[in-house]
Each structure stands twice: as structure tokens, then as C-alpha cells.
């Protein structure tokens, strides 16, 4: 639930990140100088991109449970099908924009670390039209606002789930509500509070890498118990501990990193 909490504040800060982009784009430099919004309008902001994140609430993970099941036609293999070509689009989109920004931008932004969206509005700000810059970042803040509300179903489930187990009765849906609410609060406060997260990023997924290389190969040793010393039993101890080693490698290069480069920490101080 750590890692849906910690991804959920990334996205907010991600998103205010881009959004600070648009507006900028869009109001051009002067705008930025003489009209900043104040405290207030950023907040009223900040609540209506929730509110607007809130509202779709069109969450993949729970196609299957509306899926029709039965142990002839078992919903899991039509979902499996659908994760697999999921994850081949979002793959595909992912590496070439990747690989393209790299060959286009990466010894532009790579000691700056400014990422490859603001490199974008920095290098083609005058040549390219005002209606593609500003499409790209709301293609952006559309893609965070979908996240967010995949990332933030663990944590829903696992609140009404520990309420189910107390009361032993559904939770009604003022409540569902209440803690939808209180956790997307939470999660602003958290990213204003500390809004130098995102340079602890590499070092937190180097951290959380086991949860999604390691932990799955030594869980189905530990329940499907494969024979010893067989294909499979290697296959999985060995994918085990390279997810493992590779986690102690990128924690590693996170901390030298750091090191060399430092972190400003601030709180309650968006830049």
C-alpha cells in the first residue's frame, strides 16, 4: 500500500509540474511575471484537478471483477489477454519515447535533469505552434489523472477492507467517499509538504524493484514448490536474485548520485 500511497504523490507533483508548464505556455512570458496566481487560486486549482481525477473513476483493475466468471470460462484468461496487449502498447509508446527523446535531447537534458517535456517547451518554444505545446502537456496531465486513480485502488480497497473486517457490513458510500477525499488531501498536503520528492525517485524505485522482480519468483517457489534443483526451480531462483541485484545496483548509483549532486530540501517551497 506504501508504494500505491508514494506513486499517488508523484503523480500529484508531476501533474501540478505540467500543468505549471501549460499555463505558462499558454499566458506566455509576461503572464508569468505579472500575474502569478495566488495562494488561493492554486488551491482551487489543485481541488478541481481531484475533483475532475475523482470523477471518471474508470479503474482497469476492476474490469475483471465485473467480468461474467465460471470455471469453464474463468475471467482471468480474457484479462490476461487484454494486461498482455495493454502492456504491448504501453510499451511500445514508452521505449520510443524513450529511445526518440534520448537521441533527440540527451546530452541537453541529461546533466540538467529537467526531463523530456520541459526540454520540449525549452528548445521548441519558438517554432512550433502554441496549440501543440499545450496538447502535449494536457496529453500528459490526462495520462497522470488516469493513473492516479489505478494507483490509488489498492489503497482504497485496503481501507473499506479493514472497515468490512471491523464492522463485518459493506461499507456505505458516504464513507467510501469520505476516505477517497481524505486520501487525495492527504496526498496533496504530503506533495506541497515535501516537494522535493522527486529527486529521491530513483532511489525509492531502487528500493520497491524487489516487490515487482524479486518477491514474485520466491512467492510461487514458496506455493507452487517446484522440485528441487529443476528448470523452473533455477529459472525462478535465478530471475529472484537478479531482481535483487538489481535493486542493490540502482539503489547504489541513486545514493552516488545524490552524493555528487545534492538534493535541495525545502518544505512548503514548490518551485
Same mark, same amino acid.
Given at each position: 500500500?506504501?508504494?500505491?500511497?508514494?506513486?499517488?504523490?508523484?503523480?500529484?507533483?508531476?501533474?501540478?509540474?505540467?500543468?505549471?508548464?501549460?499555463?505558462?505556455?499558454?499566458?506566455?512570458?509576461?503572464?508569468?511575471?505579472?500575474?502569478?496566481?495566488?495562494?488561493?487560486?492554486?488551491?482551487?486549482?489543485?481541488?478541481?484537478?481531484?475533483?475532475?481525477? &475523482?470523477?471518471?473513476?474508470?479503474?482497469?483493475?476492476?474490469?475483471?471483477?465485473?467480468?461474467?466468471?465460471?470455471?469453464?470460462?474463468?475471467?482471468?484468461?480474457?484479462?490476461?489477454?487484454?494486461?498482455?496487449?495493454?502492456?504491448?502498447?504501453?510499451?511500445?509508446?514508452?521505449?520510443?519515447?524513450?529511445?526518440?527523446?534520448?537521441?533527440?535531447?540527451?546530452?541537453?537534458?541529461?546533466?540538467?535533469?529537467?526531463?523530456? /517535456?520541459?526540454?520540449?517547451?525549452?528548445?521548441?518554444?519558438?517554432?512550433?505552434?502554441? %496549440?501543440? /505545446?499545450?496538447?502535449?502537456?494536457?496529453?500528459?496531465?490526462?495520462?497522470? /489523472?488516469?493513473?492516479?486513480?489505478?494507483?490509488?485502488?489498492?489503497?482504497?480497497?485496503?481501507?473499506?477492507?479493514?472497515?468490512?473486517?471491523?464492522?463485518?457490513?459493506?461499507?456505505?458510500?458516504?464513507? +467510501?467517499?469520505?476516505? +477517497?477525499?481524505?486520501?487525495?488531501?492527504?496526498?496533496?498536503?504530503?506533495? &506541497?509538504?515535501?516537494?522535493?520528492?522527486?529527486?529521491?525517485?530513483?532511489?525509492?524505485?531502487?528500493?520497491? /524493484?524487489?516487490?515487482?522482480?524479486?518477491?514474485?519468483?520466491?512467492?510461487?517457489?514458496?506455493?507452487?514448490?517446484?522440485?528441487? %534443483?529443476?528448470?523452473?526451480?533455477?529459472?525462478?531462483?535465478?530471475?529472484?536474485?537478479?531482481?535483487?541485484?538489481?535493486?542493490?545496483?540502482?539503489?547504489?548509483?541513486?545514493?552516488?548520485?545524490?552524493?555528487?549532486?545534492?538534493?535541495?530540501?525545502? %518544505?512548503?517551497?514548490?518551485?
Amino acid at each position: 500500500m506504501y508504494l500505491s500511497g508514494g506513486t499517488c504523490v508523484a503523480l500529484v507533483m508531476f501533474g501540478g509540474e505540467t500543468m505549471k508548464i501549460f499555463y505558462g505556455t499558454v499566458c506566455g512570458p509576461a503572464c508569468k511575471v505579472t500575474n502569478p496566481l495566488t495562494t488561493i487560486e492554486w488551491v482551487l486549482n489543485a481541488i478541481g484537478m481531484i475533483a475532475f481525477a &475523482f470523477r471518471g473513476h474508470n479503474l482497469v483493475l476492476e474490469i475483471q471483477g465485473t467480468m461474467p466468471t465460471s470455471t469453464k470460462y474463468p475471467s482471468r484468461i480474457p484479462m490476461w489477454r487484454g494486461v498482455k496487449c495493454a502492456y504491448v502498447i504501453i510499451g511500445l509508446c514508452l521505449f520510443s519515447v524513450a529511445i526518440g527523446g534520448y537521441w533527440a535531447y540527451g546530452n541537453l537534458i541529461i546533466p540538467t535533469n529537467e526531463g523530456l /517535456l520541459n526540454a520540449v517547451h525549452k528548445y521548441h518554444e519558438h517554432d512550433t505552434s502554441m %496549440f501543440i /505545446l499545450c496538447f502535449t502537456s494536457l496529453l500528459v496531465v490526462i495520462h497522470i /489523472l488516469s493513473s492516479f486513480q489505478i494507483y490509488a485502488m489498492p489503497v482504497f480497497d485496503n481501507m473499506e477492507s479493514r472497515y468490512t473486517s471491523c464492522k463485518e457490513r459493506p461499507c456505505p458510500r458516504w464513507l +467510501r467517499s469520505g476516505i +477517497r477525499a481524505f486520501f487525495g488531501c492527504l496526498v496533496v498536503f504530503i506533495a &506541497f509538504a515535501l516537494p522535493f520528492l522527486p529527486s529521491l525517485a530513483g532511489l525509492l524505485g531502487g528500493i520497491a /524493484l524487489p516487490v515487482t522482480l524479486a518477491y514474485p519468483c520466491f512467492m510461487w517457489i514458496n506455493i507452487k514448490e517446484p522440485r528441487k %534443483f529443476s528448470l523452473m526451480w533455477y529459472l525462478n531462483w535465478g530471475l529472484g536474485c537478479l531482481g535483487i541485484l538489481l535493486s542493490i545496483l540502482l539503489v547504489t548509483g541513486a545514493i552516488w548520485s545524490i552524493v555528487i549532486t545534492g538534493i535541495p530540501v525545502h %518544505f512548503f517551497k514548490t518551485e
